[in-house]
Nanobody, 124 residues
Framework: QVQLVESGGGLVQAGGSLRLSCAAS????????MGWFRQAPGKEREFVAA????????YAADSVKGRFTISRDNVKNTWYLQMNSLKPEDTAIYYC?????????????????WGQGTQVTVSS
């Protein structure tokens, strides 16, 4: 079993920055890809970014490219989402997720383990 715990959400003004963290514990060796998803009220959960544990390759949704950066700390078993130039439309619950396969993917069904979510609210 792998447990994921997010932190770092909060309220920020448009144009501001936040950094989300996702700490993994348990059988972390089974996780090959780490990702971030978000879900706004009344909307489907959508892919934000992903990173492969072994080589650091990343992929991000077009809506956040150039503003959000995903990274990892192998020693701490933690990955991060640095969010800059935040917009009101980035307001959502952000979830970290782990995948037990090495291919980078954007589909939520491909991720096996999920955190509880952290709220990010961007005011205009």
């Amino acid at each position: 079993q792998v447990q994921l715990v997010e932190s770092g959400g909060g309220l920020v003004q448009a144009g501001g920055s936040l950094r989300l963290s996702c700490a993994a514990s348990g059988r972390t060796f089974s996780i090959y890809v780490m990702g971030w998803f978000r879900q706004a009220p009344g909307k489907e959960r959508e892919f934000v970014a992903a990173i492969r544990w072994s080589d650091g390759n990343t992929y991000a949704a077009d809506s956040v490219k150039g503003r959000f950066t995903i990274s990892r700390d192998n020693v701490k078993n933690t990955w991060y989402l640095q969010m800059n130039s935040l917009k009101p439309e980035d307001t959502a619950i952000y979830y970290c997720a782990g995948r037990r396969a090495a291919g980078l993917t954007t589909t939520r069904e491909s991720f096996d383990t999920w955190g509880q979510g952290t709220q990010v609210t961007v005011s205009s």
